[in-house]
T-cell receptor
Framework: DAKTTQPNSMESNEEEPVHLPCNHS???????IHWYRQLPSQGPEYVIH???SNVNNRMASLAIAEDRKSSTLILHRATLRDAAVYYC??????????????FGQGTELSVKP | EAQVTQNPRYLITVTGKKLTVTCSQN?????MSWYRQDPGLGLRQIYY???????DKGDVPEGYKVSRKEKRNFPLILESPSPNQTSLYFC?????????????FGPGTRLTVL
């Protein structure tokens, strides 16, 4: 299974930017990088995904290294509602397993007022 | 509103009493999936369905059954629940099983088997 490595926890101050790192050194050329987050007592929620280029959406930005072996999820202004576990997931484009999300332990982000 | 719904949200049952957890999506998605979440083990896929009448095992299918008779529904069946199936269960759906599709998750069903 494609593996990602994330810090167990990070802390941020409210209204400051947050950079959540992820290493995925075994990534293959057609594997997508996805980020999901799970707020307390809720189901996982899609945040963003990308293949090679940096991506922006209303929730966050995704910066992908040129060699694709690492990526960073950027929350531009953290709010208290962004406190959650953030999962970096490689979507492996092989066989019928592309639909499966392989969740690691994720990074628990806490946001201080 | 586009959503995935699950019922019940909470269930306490006893060993061996058959139960069904329902999952329904209103987005006309082809792909649906069940996960369980356990402390220290994260989320693991139980079963998935690429489309109507097409289902397959995930990583931890033992003790579970599923069916996909219509596109919107994907019930999870525990024919003889055991205490090791006590867990938090999530249903998810996406447009297809392609790696570039986002998945939408339900709110979860917390199951306790005594």
């Amino acid at each position: 299974d494609a593996k990602t490595t994330q810090p167990n926890s990070m802390e941020s101050n409210e209204e400051e930017p947050v950079h959540l790192p992820c290493n995925h050194s075994t990534i293959s050329g057609t594997d997508y990088i996805h980020w999901y987050r799970q707020l307390p007592s809720q189901g996982p929620e899609y945040v963003i995904h990308g293949l090679t280029s940096n991506v922006n959406n209303r929730m966050a930005s995704l910066a992908i290294a040129e060699d694709r072996k690492s990526s960073t999820l950027i929350l531009h202004r953290a709010t208290l509602r962004d406190a959650a576990v953030y999962y970096c997931i490689l979507r492996v484009n092989r066989g019928n397993q592309g639909g499966k999300l392989i969740f690691g332990q994720g990074t628990e982000l806490s946001v201080k007022p | 509103e586009a959503q995935v719904t699950q019922n019940p949200r909470y269930l306490i049952t006893v060993t061996g009493k058959k139960l069904t957890v329902t999952c329904s999506q209103n987005m006309n998605h082809e792909y649906m999936s069940w996960y369980r979440q356990d402390p220290g083990l994260g989320l693991r896929q139980i079963y998935y369905s690429m489309n109507v009448e097409v289902t397959d095992k995930g990583d931890v299918p033992e003790g579970y059954k599923v069916s996909r008779k219509e596109k919107r529904n994907f019930p999870l069946i525990l024919e003889s629940p055991s205490p090791n199936q006590t867990s938090l269960y999530f249903c998810a759906s996406s447009l297809s099983g392609q790696v570039y599709n986002e998945q939408f998750f339900g709110p979860g069903t917390r199951l306790t088997v005594l």
